[in-house]
């Protein structure tokens, strides 16, 4: 028995694995990226429908269904309040900056605190951090302000919304950004 299922070939056992399925509320909200076999899953038990379709097909002995790459909940799922701003996370923050130094434009590896937290800046604070190659943050800001170390901001700090982080990542997936660019989804960088 593979990775995705009963019946499907290795070759698709390995799709289903590194492929992802953009998941929208029933307001077409994108609540979150999923792998392909838990978007299979919502579809074949009525609890979404497929709304954009990968072109391959998942085959079992008794049935066959399109493997979807955008699926839509049937039913509206209301989010909670706490879940609706996202932590600050190393990973959160590279997605929400591309992966790109907020000093020089270069590629993060990094996150930086604008203000040290040894100068009083807030730890895991959306409008402190910024993505940071290593050369910014490590060579030449150290634990100094931007000001001190010589250095200016290529863009200023935001707090997304989850539906931002879910489309910035999304966007990083060749055909979910074809899709957002032809559904006029704004995150489709």
Not at 10 to 25: D, E, F, K, T, V
Not at 38 to 44: A, K, N, P, S, T
Request: proline share 5%; net charge positive; with cysteine.
């Amino acid at each position: 028995m593979s990775a995705c299922g009963a019946g499907v070939a290795p070759l698709m056992a390995i799709h289903c694995r590194m492929a992802s399925c953009l998941l929208l509320n029933a307001t077409w909200e994108p609540l979150v990226l999923l792998p392909v076999r838990r978007g299979i899953q919502l579809v074949l038990a009525d609890r979404a429908h497929a709304v954009e379709v990968r072109g391959s097909v998942f085959r079992s002995e008794f049935m066959s269904i399109e493997v979807p790459i955008v699926a839509a909940l049937n039913e509206y799922v209301r989010i909670p309040e706490s879940m609706c701003t996202p932590a600050a996370s190393r990973s959160n923050v590279l997605v929400r900056d591309d992966n790109r130094c907020g000093y020089c434009g270069d590629k993060a590896q990094t996150i930086d605190h604008i203000v040290p937290t040894s100068r009083g800046g807030a730890a895991r604070d959306w409008r402190n951090v910024i993505a940071a190659c290593h050369r910014c943050n490590v060579t030449v800001k150290q634990d100094r302000t931007p000001e001190e170390a010589g250095l200016s901001l290529v863009r200023q700090p935001f707090v997304p919304t989850r539906s931002d982080l879910v489309l910035a990542r999304a966007s990083q997936h060749s055909e979910l950004r074809a899709w957002m660019r032809r559904s006029g989804f704004a995150s489709a960088a």
